[in-house]
C-alpha cells in the first residue's frame, strides 16, 4: 500500500496544547488537528497541561517527556517548572524551562532525515523565550520560521502589574524586554497577530510589512446554544427565570475581573438579575472574598468543553471586562463564542482599542475601570429586550462573518505553502 507523502510539513512549539480548554491551547490544538485532517504532517512540541488551574492535570505528572498520536497529531509534551501562585518571577521561570525542556525534542526534529524535516516551523507566543529554540530549529532544518503573537507579554505583564518594582527597576527590565521582543521578531520569517491593532503593533516593534499576517482566533463551529431560559444550567445552579451577566474563563491579572463585583454590588437591589463568574486562575480566591455576602453573584468552576454550549447559552449579557492599557495587547480568546452565542456583549476598553472595536455594533463598551458604567450598560441590555435582541442578532452575524475557523485555516494554509515552497508542487 502506498503513502501519500503531507502536502507540507509543519512543527509547532508552544507552552499550551489540548486537553487544556480555554485560552491559547484551544486555538493551537484546532490549527494543528485541522491542518492534519488536510494532508499535512503536524508536529507539536508543547508542554503538559496546567491551565488555568496552575498545577499540572492528573495523569500528566512526572518528570518526563512523553511522545504521542493525538487526533493525528505527533504530540511531544515536555516537563516544565509549574508555580502555584505565578508571580513576576516565577512566571519567568515558568515560560524560562518550557523554551529548556523543549530544546531537545525541536533539535531531534530538526536533524531527522532530510525528507522528515518541516519546511515551516510555527511558534506560538506567549512565549516569546521558547523563539529562538524554534529559530534554531527552523534554522537546522532549513525551514522557514513563523512567529504566531497571541498576546504581547513583556508589555502586559506591565499593564496587568504582574511585573512591579520602583522605576528605575521597571525600566530597565521593560528596555531589556523591549530589546529582546524586537530582535526575536526580527529572526521570522512570517509574524501574525490576532486583530488589526496587534498587527499594527508588529510594525511598530520594527517587522517588516510585507512579512506580517492577521492569524485570527475562531469561535468553536460545534457548538450549539439553547434558548436563554432552556440553559441546563438554569436548574443545576438555582438560577430560575432571572437574567444572568455571565462571565466565563481565566480569572487572573489580565482581565481585572473585581469590576464586575464592583458592578454586582451596585445592583444588588435588582433581584431579577444574577452575575456568574465561571472559570479558574489565581485571582480567584480574592475575587470570591470581595463578594462575600453578595447574594447575587454566583461563582462556579472551569465547567468541561462539552458543556460550552450550555454555558454560553445561559447568558443575557456576556461580559468581558479587560484592564487599561491592555486592549491592544491582548484579544480575550473567549469573545469568538460570546458572539456566536448570539448574545450581546457588554466589555471594558478605550475607545479606538481593538476590543472596542471588535464589540462596537455588537454589544456595549463602557471605560476600563468605571465600575458605575459597567452597570449601566448591564441594565441597559437586561430592560431593553429589543437592543439585546438586535446586538445579539449582530453578535451572531459577525462570528460567522469574522471567526469562521474553516476561512481562517484556508488563509493560513495557502500562506503556509507559499512560505515553505511547497504551493509549487501541488
Not at 511558534?123 to 521558547?130: E, F, I, K, R, W
Not at 511585573?163 to 526580527?186: K, M, P, Q, S, T
Not at 492577521?214 to 469561535?219: D, E, S, V
Request: aromatic fraction near 6%; include cysteine; proline fraction near 5%.
Amino acid at each position: 500500500m502506498s503513502v501519500v507523502a503531507p502536502k507540507c510539513r509543519l512543527a509547532i512549539i508552544g507552552l499550551n496544547y489540548a486537553p487544556e480548554q480555554i485560552g491559547i491551547a484551544r486555538y493551537t490544538a484546532d490549527l494543528a488537528v485541522e491542518l492534519a485532517r488536510r494532508g499535512h504532517g503536524v508536529e507539536v512540541i508543547a508542554g503538559k497541561p496546567y491551565y488555568p488551574q496552575w498545577a499540572v492535570y492528573p495523569g500528566f505528572q512526572g518528570p518526563g517527556w512523553r511522545r504521542g498520536r493525538e487526533q493525528g497529531v505527533t504530540v511531544t509534551r515536555c516537563p516544565h517548572y509549574v508555580p502555584a501562585r505565578p508571580t513576576g518571577i516565577r512566571r519567568i521561570l515558568h515560560l524560562a524551562s518550557f523554551a529548556l525542556t523543549a530544546l531537545g525534542p525541536a533539535l531531534l526534529l530538526a536533524l531527522r532525515r532530510r525528507d522528515r524535516r518541516p519546511g515551516v516551523v510555527l511558534c506560538v507566543a506567549p512565549a516569546l523565550l521558547s523563539v529562538p529554540v524554534a529559530a534554531l530549529a527552523a534554522w537546522l532544518a532549513g525551514a522557514k520560521l513563523w512567529v504566531h503573537v497571541q498576546d504581547f507579554e513583556v508589555e502586559a505583564a506591565f499593564a496587568t502589574g504582574l511585573i512591579g518594582g520602583d522605576g528605575g527597576h521597571r525600566g530597565l527590565i521593560a528596555r531589556a524586554g523591549a530589546w529582546f521582543e524586537r530582535r526575536v521578531l526580527r529572526l521570522a520569517d512570517r509574524v501574525s497577530s490576532i486583530s488589526p491593532q496587534m498587527c499594527a503593533r508588529l510594525t511598530q516593534k520594527g517587522v517588516a510589512q510585507e512579512r506580517i499576517a492577521q492569524l485570527r482566533n475562531w469561535a468553536d463551529g460545534a457548538l450549539t446554544f439553547p434558548a436563554e431560559a432552556d440553559s441546563t444550567y438554569r436548574a443545576l445552579w438555582g438560577i430560575g427565570t432571572r437574567r444572568v451577566a455571565l462571565y466565563s474563563g481565566n480569572i487572573s491579572n489580565k482581565q481585572g475581573i473585581a469590576i464586575i463585583v464592583e458592578a454586582a454590588r451596585l445592583l444588588a437591589q435588582r433581584s431579577d438579575i444574577a452575575f456568574v463568574i465561571c472559570g479558574e486562575g489565581p485571582n480567584k480566591p480574592a475575587l470570591m472574598q470581595l463578594a462575600e455576602g453578595m447574594a447575587n453573584v454566583q461563582f462556579h468552576d472551569l465547567q468541561p468543553a462539552a458543556w460550552m454550549g450550555e454555558l454560553l447559552g445561559l447568558a443575557s449579557v456576556h461580559l468581558l471586562p479587560q484592564l487599561p492599557g491592555a486592549a491592544d495587547l491582548v484579544l480575550p480568546s473567549k469573545l469568538s463564542n460570546m458572539l456566536a452565542s448570539g448574545r450581546p456583549v457588554v466589555a471594558t476598553a478605550e475607545a479606538g482599542t481593538g476590543l472596542a472595536d471588535e464589540v462596537e455594533g455588537c454589544g456595549l463598551v463602557t471605560a476600563p475601570g468605571d465600575a458605575a458604567a459597567l452597570a449601566e450598560a448591564i441594565l441597559r441590555l437586561i430592560d431593553q429586550a429589543d437592543l439585546r435582541a438586535r446586538l445579539g442578532a449582530e453578535a451572531e452575524r459577525r462570528s460567522a462573518e469574522r471567526w469562521s475557523l474553516r476561512l481562517i485555516i484556508d488563509r493560513l494554509e495557502g500562506d503556509i505553502l507559499t512560505l515553505s515552497g511547497a504551493a509549487a508542487h501541488q
